[in-house]
């Protein structure tokens, strides 16, 4: 079992815990046991991926996602 964040485009990321690690295993849109530290405070629509890390949008990107 694991936990995994989606990010798919367009859509508020998922966060969803204990997940069967098969099932999304394959899918390059998820990120298997992420370190959410530095964000679980922060509303997941201002969450971003680089890489494999989660982290916290800048205050321009926030705007954007406020604006759209």
Do not use: C
Request: aromatic share 8%; proline share 6%.
């Amino acid at each position: 079992m694991s936990n995994i964040v989606r990010f798919k485009s367009g859509q508020i990321p998922e966060y969803l815990t204990s997940v069967n690690t098969p099932d999304y295993s394959g899918d390059p849109d998820v990120i298997v046991n992420p370190d959410i530290s530095a964000v679980i405070n922060i509303d997941r629509k201002f969450w971003k991926r680089v890489g494999n890390s989660i982290v916290e949008m800048t205050l321009g990107e926030k705007q954007a996602v406020l604006d759209a």
